[in-house]
């Protein structure tokens, strides 16, 4: 059974930064495709960004539009964690953060085709 932990939200100014980290334990298979969803207060909850590496070699990562250049996605293998580096961030931003997973590929930014999920972490942007 995949589980998966999130950590490293928090509060923080406009134009601030901050790194999410998702451990993920459970996994035994040769490929898992890892995203960020995000869910503002009183809105569905929309996709931020996913990555993969389809090949087991080249990392490939996808991004919505309204992070695109500001949020990086990223894995280290070694420590089975994912992180989102988010920076230059808005009150926009505000949201309860997911990580999701699925496989073995992704091809889907649909959170209905995600069937592993953390328990999300809180990021307040003020301005």
């Known amino acids: 059974q995949v589980q998966m932990v999130e950590s490293g939200g928090g509060s923080v100014q406009a134009g601030g930064s901050l790194r999410l980290s998702c451990k993920v334990s459970g996994f035994t298979g040769d490929r898992i495709c890892m995203a960020w969803f995000r869910q503002a207060p009183g809105k569905g909850r929309e996709w931020v960004a996913t990555?993969?590496?389809?090949?087991?070699?080249?990392?490939?990562?996808y991004y919505a539009d309204s992070v695109k250049g500001r949020f990086t996605i990223s894995e280290d293998n070694a420590k089975k964690t994912v992180y989102l580096q988010m920076n230059s961030l808005k009150p926009d931003d505000t949201a309860m953060y997911y990580c999701?997973?699925?496989?073995?590929?992704?091809?889907?930014?649909?959170?209905?085709?995600?069937?592993?999920w953390g328990q999300g972490t809180q990021v307040t942007v003020s301005s």
């Open positions: 999701a997973a699925r496989t073995p590929y992704c091809g889907t930014t649909l959170l209905e085709d995600f069937g592993y």
């Open positions: 990555g993969s590496y389809p090949d087991g070699v080249t990392y490939y990562s």
